[in-house]
């Protein structure tokens, strides 16, 4: 089993900064690809950005260049740096553990960007 628990959140103004921590707790080999994902009311929940252990990354175009993913093993931290925000990006994030052929989530926190 594992937990996660997110920090960050709240608002910010379009074209500023905010950045969102997530913490894993639990057996440590389930820790694995970690990865933050958001959801806007009636659509589906998107992937942001994901992290494995060794560092690869992945960010989908529509982040790319504005939002970086790291991770510090030793803390089984993962971070979400978004930078450049845009209304648009205006969601409940998400903190996954893909682990142990399980689906680990976070209890989300929203981001708001105002116009």
């Known amino acids: 089993q594992v937990q996660l628990v997110e920090s960050g959140g709240g608002l910010v103004p379009a074209g500023g900064s905010m950045r969102l921590s997530c913490a894993a707790s639990g057996d440590p080999s389930c820790i694995s690809v970690m990865g933050w994902y958001r959801q806007v009311p009636g659509k589906e929940r998107e992937l942001v950005a994901a992290i494995t252990r060794a560092g690869t990354t992945y960010d989908p175009v529509y982040v790319k260049g504005r939002f970086t993913i790291s991770r510090d093993n030793a803390k089984n931290t993962v971070f979400l740096q978004m930078d450049s925000l845009k209304p648009e990006d205006t969601a409940v994030y998400y903190c996954?553990?893909?682990?142990?052929?399980?689906?680990?989530w976070g209890q989300g926190t929203q981001v708001t960007v105002s116009s």
């Open positions: 996954n553990n893909k682990g142990c052929g399980n689906d680990y």
